[in-house]
């Protein structure tokens, strides 16, 4: 309830009322603008308190714009920011909100909006009573008002992530599920009951154990034209399926989810204020494997099982080309058979390999491992197609004896490629059917 002084205020003087009083309206979150109808209009209601007060309702100004937006200092508030600039230009004389809570639940956004108006002399108005941020009582009440307000939302976010916490120990908290599962009627997790989905991520995670590198798979998709499931936070269809064209963010999104390995994981990443930048969604961070929360193995249907899973952890990690790290990275373009193989005969480290010639077309294997230390000459370099050549009739040689099962086993290989993506490109086909009658449907059902 708005109480009103029934005496007029000393502080509200005339020069005060010469100027504008603004009255700043603020909701948190939309659905609270949406089912919380009534705190709106009792913030806006307090255009009538400023006019009690003295103010001619064509000097009211409201503000409005922050509908909608936390003032925990992390969203970027047009509303607050223009209220600043109205009290740093001189054009303010009084500031109306429902609470300290309104304006910021924040101290530094507070304590700025509080060091102004003392320095221009506004008046601070809230449901009950009037503050001079200049007068000492009343800059204290002020202050302890911003710590309170900040300190209960911090109270707020301790009690709902205890609770979060305690339900995702459970395996009940229902998080967001990538493309391959979904949720059942009675809030279980299963498979997503499309086949194609299935047949899609199957083919990927095949493919990852023959091909070794996410990179490559992504390419293998987008040679054979093979989109992938996704299911986005955001967006114009938030949580809905959605296929697209593959790229290297979706396979890794894809073979770094644990739960296409049957586990309930929660606290996968954690907020990083440092990373964030003004007026963008909140940014996070990855957190290691074993740091993770909650981790439930086995607790849904998957379409790996974990030794698999943590196996291709170890690999994408190992593709980094971080040799001081230990990661071997992952072969790459050259014709040169034993680039990250070959090893110094002289001192034993690791060779790489340099393409000489006119067009780079030889390679030659270096060991720089003396010239990059300590400065001196290259320990020694060797021509590679000769030493390629005495490799390739050895492996040859040792094959030999099965070349006739080798060579049933490659034929083998490539039918049950070919029946491979014949069957992806069936499920294609089937749901494009599927989408063509479905559409014919709906518009003769609206005819």
């Keep these: ?43 806006y209601s307090l255009v009538d308190r400023a006019v009690r007060l003295g103010w001619p309702p064509d000097r009211v100004v409201v503000i409005d714009q922050d509908l909608g937006k936390s003032g925990n200092g992390q969203v970027e508030r047009g509303g607050f920011q223009r209220l600043i600039a109205e009290i740093g230009l001189g054009n303010a004389g009084l500031v109306v909100s429902l609470d300290a ?53 911090h109270q707020i976010r301790i009690r709902l992530h205890q609770g979060e916490r305690q339900k995702a120990a459970r395996g009940e908290l229902r998080i967001p599920l990538p493309g391959g599962l979904a949720y059942n009627r009675s809030g279980q997790i299963v498979f997503n009951p499309d086949e194609e989905v299935q047949a899609r991520l199957r083919l990927i995670f095949d493919k990852f154990r023959e091909l070794q590198t996410a990179r490559r798979v992504m390419r293998y998709l987008r040679t054979h034209d093979l989109r992938v499931p996704v299911r986005p936070l955001r967006g114009p269809a938030p949580h809905q399926l959605l296929w697209r064209d593959a790229t290297i963010a979706h396979v890794h999104h894809i073979l770094h989810n644990p739960a296409y390995a049957g586990a309930y994981v929660y606290g996968r990443r954690r907020i990083n204020a440092v990373r964030q930048g003004p007026g963008s969604h909140r940014a996070t961070s990855k957190v290691a494997i074993d740091d993770w929360e909650v981790c439930i193995k086995d607790a849904h249907p998957g379409s790996i099982n974990w030794e698999e899973f943590m196996a291709n952890q170890r690999r994408l990690a190992d593709n980094t080309n971080r040799y001081e790290a230990g990661h071997r990275g992952a072969p790459r373009k050259g014709i040169a058979l034993l680039q990250g193989l070959a090893v110094c005969g002289q001192c034993g480290r690791r060779m790489t390999v340099r393409y000489s010639g006119p067009d780079s077309a030889c390679p030659v294997y270096c060991c720089l491992a003396d010239r990059n230390q300590t400065g001196s000459s290259l320990c020694q370099e060797v021509r590679a197609p000769a030493v390629d050549e005495l490799v390739v009739q050895t492996l040859l040689k040792a094959l030999e004896p099965d070349q006739i099962a080798i060579a049933i086993a490659a034929l083998d290989e490539i039918a049950e490629e070919t029946r491979s993506l014949e069957k992806q490109w069936a499920l294609r086909r089937e749901r494009s059917r599927y989408d063509a009658e479905r559409a014919r449907r709906q518009y003769d059902a609206v005819e």
């Design 101 to 153: 809570s309104r304006l910021a639940r924040n101290n530094r956004d507070w304590h700025q909006l509080l060091e102004l108006c003392s320095l221009f002399g506004v008046i601070i108005a809230d449901g009950e009573r009037l503050y001079d941020p200049c007068a000492y009582h009343d800059r204290l009440l002020l202050g302890l008002s911003g710590i309170m307000s900040e300190a209960e939302l």
């Design 1 to 43: 309830m708005l109480a009103v002084p029934s005496s007029p205020d000393e502080r509200l003087t005339a020069v005060r009322r010469s100027k504008f009083a603004y009255v700043y309206v603020r909701q948190s979150s939309i659905n609270q603008v949406r089912h919380h109808q009534e705190s709106t209009e009792l913030q």
